[in-house]
């Protein structure tokens, strides 16, 4: 029983960062009809603001640590955010449902903020100290307050996309447009308007991942590739452009990355990632929850 309360909480601790960063990149595909492979740009840029912010914070206005890592989170995302909307209205809305050309766009994108981020910060790793000590014992597995607070986070954003999408006016629209553009542009809902909305909300998804993750890992100025990485990988076997399948996939990673790594090792686990991608794109090509088109 211990040994499987550690695997959970291991897999619910990185599955659901993995959903946040995840989901960001599906509802981008879904609205807009581009693949954004600069999307871990965002991660980075927050995580980084967050190993910058929360210093100063603590150490120039005597904030304590967890207020200063709240300070930071909001910094950060407001940061990326304005970040989100810039390279929307500079380049994407140019790009809307044109593969090649966002393809061509978001690679420079990414070339270009990682070379910012690497002149700004530097490449040595950045940490963030703990944000809350102590630790909590359930079903005889000891647990990290701080990875518990984590787990409890990632799992109250995903709800409030989920309640987003599926509640809400501006849900509504999202999947009208990603559904049928014509049709819902035919029905009065501006469509680059919404496409706007839906790249700042995956922007802010992938922050959120990245708030989240800079007290657990060290943050370099590549940290969201890897995420980007996983993010494909995830998005290939839940549906592209699926919401619930961003979920699913998201969490089925993180449990092979969780009992692979556990029973293997951490390279076994990533092989076995890559086989099982290979699989789905010659068995079920639109994944678990997408639809085949």
Not at 219 to 244: M, N, P, R, Y
């Amino acid at each position: 029983m211990e040994l499987f309360v550690q695997l959970l909480a291991n897999t619910l601790q990185i599955g659901f960062v993995y959903v946040l960063f995840a989901l960001g990149l599906t509802l981008i595909f879904g609205v807009m009809k581009i693949i954004n492979f600069a999307h871990g740009a965002f991660y980075t840029a927050a995580a980084l603001i967050v190993t910058s912010v929360l210093p100063f914070a603590t150490a120039t206005l005597g904030l304590p640590v967890w207020a200063g890592y709240a300070l930071a989170a909001i910094a950060a995302l407001a940061v990326v955010l304005c970040l989100g909307a810039l390279v929307y209205i500079v380049g994407f809305q140019h790009v809307l449902k044109d593969l090649n050309g966002s393809f061509i766009l978001s690679i420079g994108l990414l070339l270009v903020l990682n070379g910012a981020y690497l002149a700004i910060y530097g490449g040595a790793p950045r940490s963030v100290p703990q944000i809350v000590p102590g630790t909590v014992s359930i079903f005889g597995a000891t647990l990290t307050i701080q990875r518990l607070a984590l787990v409890i986070i990632a799992a109250v954003v995903t709800a409030g996309l989920y309640l987003l999408v599926e509640r809400t006016r501006l849900g509504l629209a999202l999947r009208a447009v990603a559904q049928d553009q014509e049709a819902a542009m035919l029905q009065g809902i501006p469509y680059r308007r919404v496409a706007l909305y839906g790249f700042m909300i995956g922007a802010a998804l992938a922050a959120c991942a990245g708030v989240l993750m800079a007290p657990i890992n060290a943050v370099t100025t590549v940290s969201g590739d890897e995420f980007l990485i996983k993010a494909f990988i995830i998005i290939i076997i839940g549906g592209l452009g699926s919401v619930a399948g961003a979920i699913v996939g998201g969490l089925f990673i993180a449990m092979i990355e969780s009992v692979g790594g556990y029973f293997f090792d951490p390279s076994t686990a990533t092989l076995a990632m890559f086989v099982l991608v290979i699989v789905f794109l010659l068995v079920r090509p639109q994944g678990i929850l997408g639809n085949a088109e």
